[in-house]
């Protein structure tokens, strides 16, 4: 009896250490531990990081950290991946990937560096498993992107700028030069200082017209595509003395210097016929033939042609910054960009609202003028003054449209015919007025196809457009919407919405007009606008092609009334 008393006498004793012990511990959590062990401020120990990384590698199935990024690292990769990373994980990684804002420095444990080793340790299908799943007990929740959004958001963790790998020292340095720049006003760096960083997109860049708008022959004598031989012997000299020559396409132009202002040679290669031709602008041709002497060597290209073959044309000293349409033609001066290269820092027209970004097409794929001409005397027919990013109707004005008047600008519908008329075109256009941007076709970059294009011939158009689509054509296949065969021109989309009727050189070479209406023959008929019909079918006439179109049923006969 004795044993068992003094057991329990052990036990209560035990117990009652117990709960003292206990008591103590609930106080000590409570005082000691709990105050501040909800706070996300609080740095992680070393112990504990060391754990939550071998947990988090070990949660990776095996068969996920092997997948391999199916997408190759082009620049659109890259570039898609940056605008998937801003709209997404920007909140908490900032810009950079360095996670280096209120959020990103707030969460517990705080937001890894991208592009730290921790991070560039794990293997893509880790990466891709992360961000699809998310992480728990963390701030990175699961992500419903389709793959290919996230395989494209890995390629740009793996070529973050630069910013966000360097090492602290470095970093910081790099922020005060940011800084400091940022109080001095922006200025042009040329295009080669966008090289290091935009390595595929310059390459890109490089090999387009473009950028070879006019070239030094003496250091590129490759660019002289004309047959100097065959050309009139009075010039012979001359072209082959040439400062510089415009032009790889349509045509190539010779430009002598003379103090420091260019002219332009008298005569011109047509590229297209392998011919030499005149090169004169007559009275008749152009609004500012009459305000200038009629002679070449008096018509300067300063005023008349540079500021749009050129980067940052100044015209007090006749000087450029780089000759051709380079990356800050269409980006603005780059100087803040170069020294804190972050999106904030420079102009992405893709960033603009659609009527900002065409601007910046506009301001040389137009015909107008300044609203201030003449300037300091000279009459100018480029928009001086304007920048990408600000209001080309501020500085600009596009030739004026006169309804039923055919001159040397518009044919009488308001449909354009001279050359460089894309933007007098283009915002008469729905397409215009809907959004539709020049880069939505043509990919400034640089591209494989013809003029730039995103594709080739229908697939583009048919990127937005389709049979029964909102977007139409409202009819079941596109042949019973062009009443052509599929496979013929007359069921291409340009053929009758874009029609060769503007000229490049004079009557001998014509480009597409850029309206995207059909032009029908009643037009012609009415005011002598071409029509896409007899343009095609050369050997019928303006009423044979209406009548056709008086039996289209699908078709309302008031609808191609002019």
Same mark, same amino acid.
């Given at each position: 009896?004795?044993?068992?008393?003094?057991?329990?006498?052990?036990?209560?004793?035990?117990?009652?250490?117990?709960?003292?012990?206990?008591?103590?511990?609930?106080?000590?959590?409570?005082?000691? #531990? +709990? =105050?501040?062990?909800?706070? $996300?401020?609080? /740095?992680?120990? *070393?112990?504990?990081? &060391?754990?939550?990384?071998?947990?988090?590698?070990?949660?990776?199935?095996?068969?996920?950290?092997?997948?391999?990024?199916?997408?190759?690292?082009?620049?659109?990769?890259?570039?898609?991946?940056?605008?998937?990373?801003?709209?997404?994980?920007?909140?908490?990684?900032?810009?950079?990937?360095?996670?280096?804002?209120?959020?990103?420095?707030?969460?517990?444990?705080?937001?890894?560096?991208?592009?730290?080793?921790?991070?560039?340790?794990?293997?893509?299908?880790?990466?891709?498993?992360?961000?699809?799943?998310?992480?728990?007990?963390?701030?990175?929740?699961?992500?419903?992107?389709?793959?290919?959004?996230?395989?494209?958001?890995?390629?740009?963790?793996?070529?973050?700028?630069?910013?966000? #790998? +360097? =090492?602290?020292?470095?970093? $910081?340095?790099? /922020?005060?030069? *940011?800084?400091?720049? &940022?109080?001095?006003?922006?200025?042009?760096?040329?295009?080669?200082?966008?090289?290091?960083?935009?390595?595929?997109?310059?390459?890109?860049?490089?090999?387009?017209?473009?950028?070879?708008?006019?070239?030094?022959?003496?250091?590129?004598?490759?660019?002289?595509?004309?047959?100097?031989?065959?050309?009139?012997?009075?010039?012979?000299?001359?072209?082959?003395?040439?400062?510089?020559?415009?032009?790889?396409?349509?045509?190539?132009?010779?430009?002598?210097?003379?103090?420091?202002?260019?002219?332009?040679?008298?005569?011109?290669?047509?590229?297209?016929?392998?011919?030499?031709?005149?090169?004169?602008?007559?009275?008749?041709?152009?609004?500012?033939?009459?305000?200038?002497?009629?002679?070449?060597?008096?018509?300067?290209?300063?005023?008349?042609?540079?500021?749009?073959?050129?980067?940052?044309?100044?015209?007090?000293?006749?000087?450029?910054?780089?000759?051709?349409?380079?990356?800050?033609?269409?980006?603005?001066?780059?100087?803040?960009?170069?020294?804190?290269?972050?999106?904030?820092?420079?102009?992405?027209?893709?960033?603009?609202?659609?009527?900002?970004?065409?601007?910046?097409?506009?301001?040389?794929?137009?015909?107008?003028?300044?609203?201030?001409?003449?300037?300091?005397?000279?009459?100018?027919?480029?928009?001086?003054?304007?920048?990408?990013?600000?209001?080309?109707?501020?500085?600009?004005?596009?030739?004026?449209?006169?309804?039923?008047?055919?001159?040397?600008?518009?044919?009488?519908?308001?449909?354009?015919?001279?050359?460089?008329?894309?933007?007098?075109?283009?915002?008469?256009?729905?397409?215009?007025?809907?959004?539709?941007?020049?880069?939505?076709?043509?990919?400034?970059?640089?591209?494989?196809?013809?003029?730039?294009?995103?594709?080739?011939?229908?697939?583009?158009?048919?990127?937005?457009?389709?049979?029964?689509?909102?977007?139409?054509?409202?009819?079941?296949?596109?042949?019973?919407?062009?009443?052509?065969?599929?496979?013929?021109?007359?069921?291409?989309?340009?053929?009758?919405?874009?029609?060769?009727?503007?000229?490049?050189?004079?009557?001998?070479?014509?480009?597409?007009?850029?309206?995207?209406?059909?032009?029908?023959?009643?037009?012609?008929?009415?005011?002598?606008?071409?029509?896409?019909?007899?343009?095609?079918?050369?050997?019928?006439?303006?009423?044979?092609?209406?009548?056709?179109?008086?039996?289209?049923?699908?078709?309302?006969?008031?609808?191609?009334?002019?």
């Amino acid at each position: 009896m004795g044993r068992i008393v003094a057991r329990f006498r052990r036990t209560i004793i035990v117990a009652a250490l117990a709960g003292i012990l206990l008591v103590l511990a609930g106080w000590g959590v409570d005082r000691l #531990i +709990l =105050p501040g062990f909800s706070s $996300a401020r609080s /740095v992680p120990p *070393a112990s504990e990081i &060391a754990i939550a990384s071998w947990l988090l590698r070990a949660s990776v199935p095996a068969k996920e950290a092997l997948r391999a990024n199916p997408l190759p690292a082009t620049a659109e990769n890259i570039t898609a991946g940056a605008q998937i990373f801003q709209r997404h994980c920007a909140i908490c990684h900032a810009y950079d990937g360095s996670g280096a804002n209120t959020i990103g420095r707030g969460e517990y444990p705080p937001v890894p560096p991208l592009g730290g080793p921790s991070i560039a340790a794990q293997s893509d299908g880790e990466l891709f498993y992360h961000i699809r799943n998310g992480i728990r007990y963390t701030g990175m929740p699961a992500w419903d992107l389709p793959e290919p959004a996230i395989w494209q958001t890995i390629l740009f963790i793996r070529h973050l700028p630069v910013t966000a #790998i +360097l =090492p602290r020292t470095v970093a $910081a340095q790099t /922020v005060a030069k *940011a800084k400091a720049a &940022a109080t001095e006003p922006p200025h042009y760096v040329g295009s080669a200082a966008c090289a290091s960083c935009h390595r595929d997109i310059f390459a890109r860049w490089n090999k387009t017209r473009m950028a070879h708008v006019v070239s030094d022959p003496r250091a590129s004598p490759s660019a002289v595509i004309a047959d100097l031989a065959s050309a009139p012997a009075v010039m012979k000299p001359a072209l082959g003395d040439a400062d510089l020559v415009y032009g790889s396409r349509w045509k190539q132009r010779f430009f002598k210097k003379i103090g420091d202002d260019y002219y332009v040679l008298p005569v011109q290669w047509d590229i297209v016929h392998q011919r030499w031709l005149k090169y004169f602008v007559a009275e008749d041709e152009d609004w500012w033939a009459t305000l200038y002497p009629p002679d070449n060597f008096k018509r300067p290209t300063g005023p008349l042609c540079d500021g749009c073959h050129s980067v940052n044309y100044d015209i007090q000293t006749h000087t450029v910054t780089e000759w051709n349409v380079g990356c800050e033609r269409c980006h603005g001066p780059g100087s803040r960009h170069l020294a804190d290269p972050r999106r904030e820092t420079i102009i992405n027209p893709a960033r603009l609202d659609a009527f900002a970004a065409d601007d910046t097409c506009i301001q040389c794929h137009s015909q107008g003028r300044p609203r201030d001409n003449p300037i300091a005397g000279q009459y100018y027919d480029w928009p001086v003054g304007f920048t990408v990013g600000k209001r080309l109707a501020d500085v600009w004005r596009l030739e004026r449209r006169h309804p039923g008047v055919t001159d040397f600008y518009f044919f009488a519908d308001g449909t354009a015919h001279k050359n460089r008329m894309q933007g007098n075109d283009f915002v008469q256009s729905l397409m215009y007025r809907r959004g539709v941007t020049c880069f939505s076709c043509h990919d400034p970059h640089g591209s494989d196809n013809p003029s730039m294009l995103r594709a080739k011939g229908n697939d583009l158009c048919l990127s937005c457009h389709g049979a029964n689509t909102q977007n139409g054509p409202h009819a079941e296949t596109i042949s019973a919407h062009t009443h052509h065969r599929p496979d013929s021109a007359g069921s291409a989309c340009t053929a009758c919405h874009m029609p060769a009727i503007e000229r490049q050189l004079g009557d001998a070479i014509m480009v597409h007009a850029h309206t995207f209406r059909f032009i029908p023959p009643a037009v012609t008929e009415a005011l002598g606008t071409p029509n896409p019909c007899t343009l095609c079918h050369t050997d019928k006439t303006v009423t044979w092609a209406q009548t056709e179109l008086d039996h289209w049923q699908d078709r309302s006969p008031w609808r191609d009334a002019p």
